[in-house]
């Protein structure tokens, strides 16, 4: 039975890390290899907004929600656009953009134990005799709350339906008049915000560590590659595949082999079905 | 000319999600003969060719080479067993000389087995074998042509390297994908008296055309397409005087019966 | 239009004209226009340990010379086979790894560990890889890019292979001349035998699997089979490098999978030139002792490489030695159209 609510908690969190990279590369087929490193950020902000400058939970998100959006619409303006369309300078350029945002961060001092966000409310429940405590379930709703949202918003919103037009093929969109460059800056703002919305999520579970940026950009991809680069509801899908065997690998084998496990999905996906789960790109599979 | 099917397929089929390319083509190809395949766009022409070929996984069904089933074998296997073909959207190595672009395929380990085209078994320096290859095909020996990039050629040559590169190989059969468009008339006067002697030297040829007085000129056999199913096979003066052929191409003033194919 | 417009026109100069083929033995003019650049990165490479003052630098030349083998590798991958691999880290924890296994638990001399990790490990790396070489060149660039991540979790994960301490014990070389004039050695060997390669029939394969692969594939060849001896090619450079790594450190660490080895040979490649297989090695004796002198200020050189790195990509400058290349061998007026 825990390991149905453990389980469940960990597919949840990975697939809200994966959300954010998914939707930018399945709407404008950019990589945004700075994924970890907004998440990284906006935890960062969020603190120094708390901390700091003293301001209430609700407002440090929300601001750093804006700052980071706004953080993935520069990046898309003035660096991505100008190697759009080259897959191996996106790759590279945003690559190396999160390095530096994480090497930043690390050389501001930024390690060690001191660092924590405070979870959203205190205390625990009995769920099926198991303890979880409230801020897991809150991530958990929040995180159900923002797929079925994300949903809406693609299906009944013209943006949204924009967004989905872009990404099924760009050349159609464009001649229908919908400008690929701006839905590319929305794509990039809302994926960052996702980004820094996993960050607040997901840090106050532990302490803010630069390493998590790197973990999550691996498990981000890992959820991509296995649901298939492009598709949604397979990253959703692949997320949970990998939260249950994650958790458990954690029960049977230890708690160390949670990236062996990411890991391997992976090389079993490219060996045995490269274009994912629900994968769009079935030419990958043509090749005899 | 011997009967000798060289190349046959049965029941091919191919769907791409919900859209039926191919559906249940039958045929053969006789060793030595030219088959010409016609039909509108969108019959499925290419994705019949990529099919044989191995580019693409078929949905269903069989296609035999000299009597060996090569269904869904890898494409660069299908090519070392003899059976080539050109792409429709031609694509030489751009950043590569003319003469280069051949060095390509004469690496390939047929080419070491056959000694290449004309090669005696054994071959030679792969430059000099290139530029024979291109002399052969039309290229001017004594001119910079063959040694020019590969980026600047008009199409006309670039048809003909893409030929070139097949014959490298000493192919048993070359698939050729619209091989005539987008050459202008002098162009094609050139290209005809290529494709007749190409089959004199003992090559099967399969060739999918829109350019129809040219194709007929040297076709023995022509099939017809329309939707992913083989319409009609005859010979061209056969397939100029069918109905079902002439309703694919110029439509009918019936609506139903044009449904009926779809 | 009767206004007149100008445009650029490059020319080959009269004299690399005139040192095509067999002609370039016509005088020493044109043998010294062919020669004298080799000939300056061949002596200056070798003399460069005698001119660094001190010890501290040498052992900079050699670091430079370790991060030239990673960058070579990746130019010749990149720019003559069409895989980018992001993550250079790789083969150096790779070779490395196995070099000090071989010393510390088998008591094997650094004059066999290296080769012997150079091949074994460069078979382990493209078994490895071997999974997305079919597929297209993206997923090649994320997997590089990840195995050294999840590989140095794993070791510290599950504590093996020394966990977070490494290997300790590893020997060194014979003298500090040994290590650098080994190290020195193998990139000038390197450097010329790849720029040989690329122009033999084999390398034109190379070129046309990056150029388009289909057509290679319609020509009968197996187009993972050459990626796969491409990636060998590379990988055991990079494994070499890593194996000479840790007989100069003598130790062996999850550091080996460190970012650096990543970034700077692709920062390297991007400034000195890519496609060159030289130009790296410029931009590594460039980047290197830059790195060296800005080893107190920490991660922030990571920060400074990345920037260069997006700086350049960004705007898409082509890199010095192919800026010289051009300058030495064409020269340019303005033409009236």
């Given at each position: 039975m825990?390991?149905?609510i453990y389980?469940t908690?960990n597919?949840v969190?990975?697939?809200i890390?994966?959300?954010g990279?998914?939707?930018v590369?399945?709407?404008s087929r950019?990589?945004?290899f700075?994924?970890g490193?907004?998440y990284?950020?906006a935890g960062?902000?969020?603190?120094?907004?708390?901390r700091?400058?003293?301001?209430?939970?609700f407002w440090?998100v929300?601001?750093t929600l804006?700052?980071v959006g706004f953080?993935?619409?520069l990046?898309?303006?003035?660096i991505?656009?100008r190697v759009?369309?080259?897959?191996?300078s996106?790759?590279?350029?945003s690559y190396?953009v999160g390095?530096a945002?994480?090497?930043g961060?690390r050389w501001g001092?930024?390690r060690?134990?001191?660092?924590?966000l405070p979870?959203?409310?205190?205390g625990?429940?009995?769920?099926g005799?198991?303890?979880?405590?409230?801020h897991?379930?809150i991530?958990?709703?929040v995180?159900?709350g923002i797929f079925?949202?994300?949903?809406?918003f693609?299906?009944?919103?013209?943006?949204?339906?924009?967004l989905?037009?872009?990404?099924?093929?760009?050349r159609?969109a464009l001649m229908l008049?919908?400008d690929s460059d701006?839905?590319?800056?929305?794509?990039?703002v809302?994926?960052a915000?996702?980004?820094?919305?996993?960050?607040?999520?997901?840090l106050?579970?532990g302490?803010?560590v630069?390493e998590a940026g790197y973990?999550?950009?691996?498990l981000a991809?890992?959820v991509c590659?296995?649901g298939?680069?492009?598709s949604?509801?397979?990253?959703?899908?692949?997320?949970?595949?990998?939260g249950f065997?994650?958790?458990l690998?954690?029960?049977?084998?230890?708690?160390?082999y949670?990236?062996?496990v990411?890991?391997?999905?992976?090389?079993?996906t490219?060996?045995l079905?490269?274009?994912?789960?629900?994968g769009l790109q079935?030419?990958l599979?043509?090749?005899v | 000319m011997t009967?000798?099917?060289?190349?046959?397929a049965?029941?091919?089929?191919?769907?791409?999600?919900g859209?039926t390319?191919?559906?249940?083509?039958?045929f053969?190809v006789?060793?030595?003969?030219?088959?010409g395949i016609?039909g509108?766009?969108g019959?499925g022409?290419?994705?019949l060719?990529n099919c044989?070929?191995g580019f693409?996984r078929?949905s269903?069904?069989?296609v035999?080479?000299?009597?060996?089933n090569i269904?869904?074998?890898?494409a660069?296997?299908?090519a070392?067993?003899?059976?080539?073909?050109t792409f429709?959207?031609?694509r030489p190595?751009?950043?590569?000389p003319?003469?280069?672009?051949l060095v390509?395929?004469l690496?390939a380990?047929?080419?070491?087995?056959t000694?290449?085209w004309r090669g005696?078994?054994k071959?030679?320096?792969?430059t000099t074998?290139?530029?024979d290859?291109?002399?052969?095909?039309g290229?001017e020996?004594?001119?910079?042509?063959?040694?020019k990039?590969?980026s600047t050629?008009?199409?006309?040559?670039?048809?003909?390297l893409?030929?070139?590169?097949?014959?490298?190989?000493?192919?048993?059969?070359?698939l050729?994908?619209?091989?005539?468009?987008?050459?202008?008339?002098?162009?094609?006067?050139?290209?005809?008296p290529?494709?007749?002697r190409l089959q004199?030297?003992?090559?099967?040829l399969?060739?999918i055309?829109?350019?129809?007085?040219?194709l007929f000129?040297?076709?023995n056999?022509?099939?017809v397409?329309?939707?992913?199913?083989?319409?009609?096979e005859?010979t061209?003066?056969?397939?100029?005087?069918?109905?079902?052929?002439?309703k694919?191409y110029?439509?009918?003033?019936?609506?139903e019966?044009?449904m009926h194919?779809? | 239009?009767?206004?007149?417009?100008r445009?650029?026109?490059r020319?080959?100069?009269g004299i690399k004209v005139?040192?095509?083929?067999?002609?370039?033995?016509m005088?020493w003019?044109?043998l010294?226009?062919l020669t004298l650049?080799?000939?300056?990165?061949i002596?200056?490479?070798?003399?460069?340990?005698?001119v660094?003052?001190?010890m501290?630098?040498?052992?900079?030349?050699?670091?430079?010379?370790i991060?030239?083998?990673i960058?070579?590798?990746?130019?010749f991958?990149a720019?003559y086979?069409?895989l980018?691999?992001l993550?250079?880290?790789?083969?150096i924890?790779?070779?490395g790894y196995l070099?000090?296994?071989l010393?510390?638990?088998?008591?094997?001399?650094?004059?066999l560990t290296?080769?012997?990790?150079?091949?074994?490990g460069?078979?382990?790396?493209?078994?490895?890889?071997?999974?997305?070489l079919?597929?297209?060149?993206v997923?090649?660039?994320?997997?590089?890019l990840?195995?050294p991540l999840?590989?140095a979790?794993?070791?510290?994960?599950?504590d093996i292979?020394?966990?977070?301490d490494?290997?300790?014990?590893?020997?060194s070389?014979?003298?500090?001349?040994?290590?650098?004039?080994?190290a020195?050695?193998?990139?000038l060997?390197?450097?010329?035998?790849?720029r040989?390669?690329v122009?033999?029939d084999?390398?034109?394969v190379?070129r046309a699997?990056?150029?388009?692969?289909?057509?290679?594939?319609a020509?009968g060849m197996n187009i993972?089979?050459?990626?796969?001896?491409?990636?060998?090619?590379a990988s055991?450079?990079?494994?070499?490098a890593?194996a000479?790594l840790?007989?100069?450190?003598?130790w062996a660490g999850?550091?080996?999978?460190a970012?650096d080895?990543?970034?700077?040979?692709?920062?390297?490649?991007v400034i000195?030139?890519?496609?060159?297989i030289v130009?790296?090695v410029l931009g590594?004796?460039?980047?290197?002792?830059?790195?060296?002198?800005l080893?107190e200020?920490g991660t922030?050189?990571?920060?400074f490489?990345?920037l260069?790195?997006?700086?350049?990509?960004v705007?898409r400058s082509?890199?010095i030695?192919?800026?010289?290349e051009?300058?030495y061998h064409q020269f340019?007026r303005?033409?009236?159209?």
């Amino acid at each position: 039975m825990d390991i149905l609510i453990y389980g469940t908690i960990n597919s949840v969190a990975l697939a809200i890390m994966a959300l954010g990279f998914a939707l930018v590369y399945g709407i404008s087929r950019v990589p945004n290899f700075a994924h970890g490193s907004i998440y990284v950020l906006a935890g960062f902000i969020t603190w120094s907004f708390l901390r700091t400058l003293g301001l209430p939970y609700f407002w440090s998100v929300i601001i750093t929600l804006l700052i980071v959006g706004f953080a993935g619409a520069l990046l898309y303006q003035f660096i991505l656009i100008r190697v759009r369309g080259m897959a191996i300078s996106e790759i590279i350029a945003s690559y190396a953009v999160g390095i530096a945002i994480l090497e930043g961060l690390r050389w501001g001092g930024f390690r060690g134990m001191s660092y924590t966000l405070p979870v959203f409310a205190e205390g625990s429940v009995m769920i099926g005799g198991v303890p979880v405590d409230f801020h897991r379930i809150i991530m958990v709703l929040v995180g159900a709350g923002i797929f079925v949202g994300l949903y809406l918003f693609t299906h009944y919103t013209r943006i949204g339906l924009a967004l989905r037009g872009m990404a099924q093929d760009e050349r159609a969109a464009l001649m229908l008049g919908i400008d690929s460059d701006l839905m590319a800056v929305v794509s990039m703002v809302i994926g960052a915000m996702l980004a820094g919305m996993a960050g607040i999520l997901l840090l106050p579970l532990g302490n803010i560590v630069v390493e998590a940026g790197y973990n999550v950009l691996i498990l981000a991809i890992a959820v991509c590659i296995v649901g298939g680069l492009g598709s949604w509801g397979g990253a959703v899908l692949a997320a949970f595949l990998i939260g249950f065997a994650q958790i458990l690998t954690v029960v049977y084998l230890g708690s160390h082999y949670q990236m062996v496990v990411a890991l391997l999905a992976i090389i079993f996906t490219l060996i045995l079905k490269p274009s994912g789960l629900f994968g769009l790109q079935k030419q990958l599979e043509e090749r005899v | 000319m011997t009967s000798e099917t060289i190349l046959e397929a049965r029941e091919l089929s191919k769907n791409f999600g919900g859209i039926t390319a191919l559906s249940r083509v039958n045929f053969h190809v006789n060793r030595g003969e030219i088959l010409g395949i016609i039909g509108p766009n969108g019959s499925g022409k290419t994705t019949l060719i990529n099919c044989l070929t191995g580019f693409i996984r078929m949905s269903s069904g069989e296609v035999f080479f000299k009597g060996k089933n090569i269904s869904n074998k890898a494409a660069h296997k299908i090519a070392d067993m003899g059976l080539t073909r050109t792409f429709q959207i031609m694509r030489p190595y751009y950043s590569l000389p003319a003469y280069k672009n051949l060095v390509i395929p004469l690496f390939a380990p047929r080419a070491k087995r056959t000694g290449g085209w004309r090669g005696g078994g054994k071959l030679g320096d792969r430059t000099t074998v290139s530029i024979d290859i291109l002399e052969e095909i039309g290229f001017e020996r004594d001119s910079f042509v063959p040694f020019k990039m590969a980026s600047t050629l008009p199409t006309g040559y670039l048809k003909r390297l893409e030929l070139a590169r097949c014959l490298a190989l000493k192919p048993e059969i070359i698939l050729c994908d619209e091989v005539f468009s987008g050459l202008s008339m002098s162009e094609i006067a050139s290209m005809v008296p290529l494709i007749e002697r190409l089959q004199m030297d003992g090559i099967t040829l399969v060739m999918i055309e829109h350019r129809l007085r040219e194709l007929f000129q040297v076709a023995n056999r022509v099939m017809v397409m329309n939707f992913g199913v083989k319409l009609f096979e005859g010979t061209a003066q056969e397939v100029m005087a069918n109905d079902q052929v002439k309703k694919a191409y110029f439509g009918s003033e019936e609506v139903e019966e044009v449904m009926h194919y779809a | 239009m009767s206004s007149t417009h100008r445009r650029k026109e490059r020319i080959d100069r009269g004299i690399k004209v005139r040192t095509e083929g067999l002609y370039a033995l016509m005088s020493w003019r044109e043998l010294s226009y062919l020669t004298l650049p080799r000939l300056v990165l061949i002596v200056g490479m070798l003399v460069l340990p005698f001119v660094m003052p001190g010890m501290y630098w040498q052992k900079v030349i050699t670091i430079v010379c370790i991060y030239a083998m990673i960058a070579i590798g990746f130019d010749f991958l990149a720019h003559y086979v069409g895989l980018v691999s992001l993550g250079g880290a790789f083969f150096i924890g790779a070779g490395g790894y196995l070099a000090a296994i071989l010393n510390s638990s088998y008591g094997l001399p650094p004059l066999l560990t290296i080769p012997i990790a150079t091949v074994l490990g460069a078979a382990i790396c493209t078994l490895l890889l071997l999974p997305c070489l079919p597929l297209r060149g993206v997923y090649f660039a994320i997997v590089t890019l990840m195995y050294p991540l999840v590989l140095a979790r794993i070791i510290e994960a599950l504590d093996i292979l020394g966990g977070t301490d490494g290997i300790m014990g590893v020997d060194s070389f014979a003298s500090s001349w040994v290590e650098q004039y080994v190290a020195i050695g193998m990139v000038l060997v390197f450097v010329f035998a790849l720029r040989r390669l690329v122009n033999t029939d084999l390398g034109l394969v190379f070129r046309a699997v990056k150029d388009n692969d289909q057509a290679v594939r319609a020509s009968g060849m197996n187009i993972s089979y050459y990626k796969a001896v491409a990636v060998f090619l590379a990988s055991a450079m990079g494994c070499l490098a890593g194996a000479c790594l840790v007989h100069i450190y003598m130790w062996a660490g999850i550091s080996l999978f460190a970012l650096d080895f990543s970034i700077i040979p692709i920062a390297a490649t991007v400034i000195g030139g890519g496609g060159t297989i030289v130009g790296p090695v410029l931009g590594c004796l460039i980047l290197v002792p830059i790195s060296e002198l800005l080893r107190e200020f920490g991660t922030l050189r990571i920060v400074f490489y990345s920037l260069i790195l997006v700086g350049f990509i960004v705007f898409r400058s082509e890199g010095i030695m192919v800026f010289g290349e051009r300058k030495y061998h064409q020269f340019q007026r303005w033409v009236r159209v």
